[in-house]
């Protein structure tokens, strides 16, 4: 299994034609509801190579904006200590830019106050030259090497904190007509006002209204994206995947998890990746399938936070539509030969170990076989079982190995995993070393397999 490097891969596109790393409501370490809130969740998301962080902005005691969720108990962060963490690990793991998300409910005094924080602390570090009106792409992540993009809400021309703040949730309200004009005109009249001073640091990435794709082509520049709801946008990937793919061309899109994931659980991104969308935002403080699968999508290039889009979601005469796909198959077969060093590490019971291996992509491609169990052996348990696979966009293709612990009274409890893109598979035999649910080295864990690859199989 190979990993290249940023630099065998091509970072002067422009930013809407990448996969972007991305973390929804970043100064969390537990859910939404209750959990621990801290600036330090921001090394954690920047060091495990998230590209884009979030902060959700609030009046605090005595003039200083705090960071926390709206409506719930979990712990306030001054906004001052949140972007002293980012300045000190906006670089390290990646010099490519780092995206700034701000949903801002603060008073103008202290979004004067933010924007004050935002230039003593980082600096030059803020990207703050105009894109021109005219400009049909945006910067390259070349270009922006370096850099920290504060996105957020932009003053429009000749108006100064006469214009509401449009956050996530009203986003979601326009989305699904939940509203009727005069309660929309009413809740805007309720929003902060934007401040000049934090308005002049937002210029390539500035959040607008999504209504619809004609109506964003007709009335928005490249440098002016929007954030959907993933329920909203999984309803357009579906039924109007051509045109996201066209919309993401040129226009940045951010997908955050519903407001009701009390738990801080995710969504599947696959189907936002697979229309293009560059900021699928997941919970990274939450272990499971999803977090597996963001670790995967972003281990190619380096780990350095940006992945290029493949070549049919970046052509604007591309026809490619993941619901209806009419490529012939490649063949991926194989073989499960055995296990080595597998353990529980909260029980330290003997296993009875299986490997589950699930495709995950275009819906067509997504799969999944199992092997059978190997009664009370974790030490050294042989399967020699073969699966076959049809896969037709190997693009998007994510290839999941999952050894699960049998267990015929309960659930069978993962005890470790390991997810990497099709395009990183090598073939012949090969040792892929295990993690555990949170994308973590388990030191000696490992399968051995034997893989193979057919580009033109017969029908």
Not at 3 to 22: D, E, G, T, W
Not at 32 to 57: K, N, P, S, W
Not at 135 to 155: F, H, N, Q, Y
Not at 399 to 413: E, K, P, Q, T, W
Request: net charge negative; aromatic share 8%; with cysteine.
């Amino acid at each position: 299994m190979r990993r290249a490097s940023p630099s065998s891969r091509n970072m002067n596109q422009p930013l809407s034609h990448y996969f972007i790393n991305s973390s929804h409501n970043t100064y969390l370490l537990e859910d939404q509801m209750v959990g621990r809130g801290t600036a330090e969740a921001y090394f954690h998301a920047l060091d495990i190579g998230c590209r884009c962080v979030e902060a959700d902005c609030h009046d605090g005691d005595n003039g200083e904006p705090i960071v926390y969720h709206k409506y719930t108990l979990v712990d306030k962060v001054l906004f001052e200590d949140v972007i002293r963490s980012v300045k000190q690990h906006a670089l390290k793991t990646s010099k490519y830019p780092l995206i700034l998300s701000l949903e801002v409910s603060c008073s103008v005094e202290q979004q004067d106050r933010m924007a004050e924080i935002l230039k003593e602390l980082l600096g030059d570090l803020i990207f703050t030259k105009s894109i021109s009106e005219d400009a049909e792409r945006l910067p390259s992540p070349e270009e922006l090497k370096g850099k920290v993009l504060i996105r957020g809400s932009k003053l429009r021309s000749h108006k100064i904190v006469k214009e509401a703040s449009i956050d996530e949730d009203e986003n979601k309200e326009n989305q699904e007509n939940a509203e009727n004009k005069e309660n929309r005109e009413r809740k805007a009249s309720e929003h902060p006002k934007i401040s000049k001073q934090l308005s002049d640091l937002v210029t390539a990435f500035q959040k607008v209204t999504f209504v619809n794709f004609e109506h964003f082509r007709e009335n928005y520049k490249c440098y002016q994206g929007t954030s959907m709801v993933e329920a909203y946008a999984e309803v357009l990937a579906k039924e109007q995947g051509a045109e996201f793919i066209k919309h993401n061309l040129k226009y940045m899109t951010r997908v955050y998890p519903d407001g009701v994931r009390f738990a801080s659980s995710n969504y599947d991104p696959m189907p936002l990746w697979n229309v293009g969308c560059q900021i699928v935002a997941l919970n990274v403080q939450t272990r499971g399938e999803e977090l597996q699968m963001l670790h995967a999508r972003f281990m190619d290039n380096g780990g350095c936070g940006y992945v290029l889009k493949p070549s049919f979601l970046r052509d604007p005469n591309s026809c490619f539509d993941p619901y209806n796909v009419t490529r012939r198959p490649i063949e991926l077969r194989l073989r499960i030969v055995s296990g080595q060093q597998l353990m529980n590490n909260s029980t330290r019971d003997i296993l009875d170990p299986f490997v589950r291996v699930r495709i995950c992509g275009v819906p067509i491609d997504n799969a999944e076989q199992k092997t059978g169990v190997v009664d009370n052996n974790g030490f050294n348990p042989i399967w020699n079982q073969t699966f076959t696979f049809q896969i037709h966009v190997p693009e998007l293709a994510i290839v999941h190995f999952l050894v699960r612990d049998h267990d015929a009274h309960s659930s069978n409890d993962t005890i470790a995993q390991f997810a990497l893109p099709f395009t990183s598979m090598q073939q012949g035999y090969r040792h892929v070393y295990l993690q555990n649910k949170l994308c973590q080295p388990l030191p000696m864990s490992s399968l051995f397999v034997y893989c193979e690859i057919d580009n033109d199989p017969s029908p």
